[in-house]
C-alpha cells in the first residue's frame, strides 16, 4: 500500500545532515581522524550536586509515575534564580512552565499562539526550530536580517511599518545561535518598545546568556521596563549547566501565555519526569562558580578557533557570545554545503552548512566550541595542512 503523508512534511527543507553524517560515518570507517565542531553539545559533565540530585530521586518509587505538573518547589527555584543571577523580582509560579527542551518550547509554541496567516517576525539567519515550530502553527514567517553590517542584531527601525502592524509575535535569541551576537540594554529596550508600539508578543530564546565573552554580562529580557507587558522568554539549563540529554527548560513570563501553553501541553505529555525536576532544583539553587569558570573555557577556545582562523587566512570574526562561531565561506566556493563536505574529505573538520539557518545562511557555515582549546588548534592545523583555504 502507498501512502499520503501529512503535507505539513512538505514545510520543511531537505534533511540536509544525513550527507554529513554518511560522510563522517564513511570516514570513521577508514580510520580518519575527526573533529567534530557540528552539533553543540557541551563536552563538560554535570556538576556532581546535580547529578546526585537526580539519583537520590530516582530511587524513590513514587517519583516514577506521572507527574502531571511541574513541582511546586522548581517553579519556585525558577524565580529564586532569576531573582539571584539576573536581579529579575516577580517570576512567580504562575509565570514559569517547564519544556522537555528549548527546542520542544518553541517547535510547539505556534500551535498554542497563531492561526492560520499569522505573520511572524523571524531573525534571518535562526535556529531551525523557529521556522519550524511556526510554521506548525499556521504562521507565516517575515524574516528581519541579521546582516555583518549591523553586527548581526536586531534592526526594529528596518521592519516595515506594514508588516509591523500585521505581525502578532516576535522571536528574538540572544546571544545568537548561529550568528554569536550578544545584545545590549539599549537594543532589548528598542526591541521591546517596538513590541509594545504594535502589540506584538516578544518571544526571547535565552539559552545562552552563560556563555558570553569580553567582559560583557547576559542578562534576561526582564531586565528591561516593561518586558513583562509584551514578552515571554524560553530560558534552558542545557547549555549552562551541561544537562542537554535531560531536556531542561523554562517558558518564563506573560501568565496568559504560559496558560495557553500550559493547556496545549496537558494533551501531549504527562509532565516532565520528577528524578529531572529534583536535578533542575538542585541547579536553579546551587553554585554558579562553575558557570563562570567554564564560560571562561569557551572564551579560550573561541579565541583559538578564530584567532587560528585568522593567522592561516580565513578571515573569521569573533563570536562576542553562544557556544557558536560564524564564519564566511571562504573566498572560490559558493555552497556552504559543498563547501562542508570539502572540508570533511580533506581537512576532517565537521562543521554546519549555514544554508539550514534559514535564506540568509547561505555563504556562512557554523562551528560549535565543543572540542577541548588544544584540539580545536589541531583542527585549525588540519585545515591549514589541507590546502582548501588555497584552492
Known sequence: MQMEFSKRLDLFG???FAALNDKKIALEAQGRKLYNLSVGTPDFAPAPHIKQALLDAAAVDENWKYTLRDLPELLDAVGQYYRRRFGVEGITPDKVMTFNGSQDGIGHLGLALLNDGDTVLLPDPCYPVFMTGMRLGGGVPWFYPLTAQNRFLPDVHAIPEEVARKAKVMLVSLPANPVGSI????????????????DILLVHDNAYSDIIFDGAVGGSVFNTPGAEEVAVE?????????????????????????????????QIDFGMFAPIQKAAVAA????????RAQCKVYEARRNALCGGLRDIGWPVPDSHGSMFVWAPVPAGHTSSMDFCLELIEKAGVICTPGSSFGPSGEGYVRFALTLPEDVIREAVAAIDQSGILRA
Open 14 to 16: 531537505p534533511e540536509i
Open 183 to 198: 545584545g545590549t540594554p539599549e537594543l532589548y529596550a528598542e526591541i521591546v518598545e517596538f513590541c509594545r508600539t504594535y
Open 234 to 266: 524560553f530560558f534552558s539549563l542545557s547549555k549552562s549547566f551541561n544537562v542537554t540529554g535531560a531536556r531542561i527548560s523554562f517558558l518564563v513570563g506573560r501568565p496568559d501565555v504560559v496558560a495557553a501553553c500550559k493547556k496545549l501541553r496537558t
Open 284 to 291: 536553579l539553587l546551587g553554585p554558579l562558580e562553575g558557570v
